[in-house]
T-cell receptor, first 115, second 111 residues
């Protein structure tokens, strides 16, 4: 199993630019989660999908952030326009059923730097 | 909502010694408690988990204990090795399938 795949692994951009992060969940997993990790706030859940449908986006910080899951094997997290405070490591995770007793498997993350 | 507190934030042990990391949670309905290990430049990886119907679970040098009455659970690593050096996170569920993560413990195993 290839695990959760994220791209790019590193992204450096300038303030105001659009950033798109990509995720391929583990095949057969029905739930997908986007997290952001910073020193100040730790691991925060931004949004999660169940069967490609967004279930809870209450963690999305602002309207500048949007996420899509057009099919079971692909999701994107977009930031437009990006700001320096968006600099963080963004993780995608997936789980089989998305229940509270279901293990979440994390990807390697995308380190985003907004100058 | 759930709240997870993790202690200590840093832990330094000598190789071969044991390490213990503790977490407390607030939601009495929580029923699943995973522990993740995050190495530098990588995503968190599950190392052990425990469900609320058991009090302890072991996997070689790693064990997790759960006290539902006191609402705390702990990670125990015995015979620590340098490759155990990493950041460890506990987590507890809230709502349907969201997890709160602890703030992390940076473990340093000195050879």
């Amino acid at each position: 199993d290839a695990g959760v795949i994220q791209s790019p692994r590193h992204e450096v951009t300038e303030m105001g630019q659009e950033v798109t992060l990509r995720c391929k969940p583990i095949s057969g997993h029905n739930s997908l989660f986007w997290y952001r990790q910073t020193m100040m706030r730790g691991l925060e859940l931004l949004i999660y999908f169940n069967n490609n449908v967004p279930i809870d986006d209450s963690g999305m910080p602002e309207d500048r952030f949007s996420a899509k899951m057009p099919n079971a094997s692909f999701s994107t997290l977009k930031i437009q326009p990006s700001e320096p405070r968006d600099s963080a490591v963004y993780f995608c995770a997936s789980s089989r059923q998305g229940t509270s007793t279901d293990t979440q498997y994390f990807g390697p993350g995308t380190r985003l730097t907004v100058l | 909502g759930e709240n997870v507190e993790q202690h200590p934030s840093t832990l330094s042990v000598q190789e071969g010694d044991s390490a213990v990391i503790k977490c407390t949670y607030s939601d009495s309905a929580s029923n699943y408690f995973p522990w993740y290990k995050q190495e530098l430049g990588k995503g968190p990886q599950l190392i052990i988990d425990i469900r609320s119907n058991v009090g302890e679970k072991k996997d070689q040098r790693i064990a997790v204990t759960l006290n539902k009455t006191a609402k705390h659970f702990s990670l125990h690593i015995t015979e620590t090795q340098p490759e155990d050096s990493a950041v460890y996170f506990c987590a507890a569920p809230y709502n349907f399938n969201k997890f709160y993560f602890g703030s992390g413990t940076k473990l340093n195993v000195k050879p």
